[in-house]
Nanobody
Framework: QVQLVESGGGLVQPGGSLRLSCAAS????????MAWYRQGSGKEREWVAG????????NYADSVKGRFSISRDNAKNTVSLQMISLKPEDTAAYYC?????????WGQGTQVTVSS
């Protein structure tokens, strides 16, 4: 079965950095687009970044462009999100997601808290 497991969240000061990882299993990872979403407390879940299969073309929400970088390692079945210059408004639970056969698959999320 499809499994996505995020890791790497934590507490970081404003201006700091974190690297999130998502380990995927149960499907042919290299064949599918991957994405990161986030959901702050009391807010709707929002798309953060995506990376295609094949050439690994990336896209970012305007709010994170220039600060976040998504990448994938098809040999290790992982997708990562490198986050720099973190702001308090980046505080949220971060989820990786893929879409296979008409279904969205989500990980359990990892919490990122940006606070001094």
């Amino acid at each position: 079965q499809v499994q996505l497991v995020e890791s790497g969240g934590g507490l970081v000061q404003p201006g700091g950095s974190l690297r999130l990882s998502c380990a995927a299993s149960g499907f042919t990872f290299s064949a599918y687009h991957m994405a990161w979403y986030r959901q702050g407390s009391g807010k709707e879940r929002e798309w953060v970044a995506g990376i295609t299969n094949g050439h690994g073309i990336t896209n970012y929400a305007d709010s994170v462009k220039g600060r976040f970088s998504i990448s994938r390692d098809n040999a290790k079945n992982t997708v990562s999100l490198q986050m720099i210059s973190l702001k308090p408004e980046d505080t949220a639970a971060y989820y990786c997601k893929t879409y296979i056969g008409g279904h969205d698959y989500w990980g359990q999320g990892t919490q990122v808290t940006v606070s001094s």
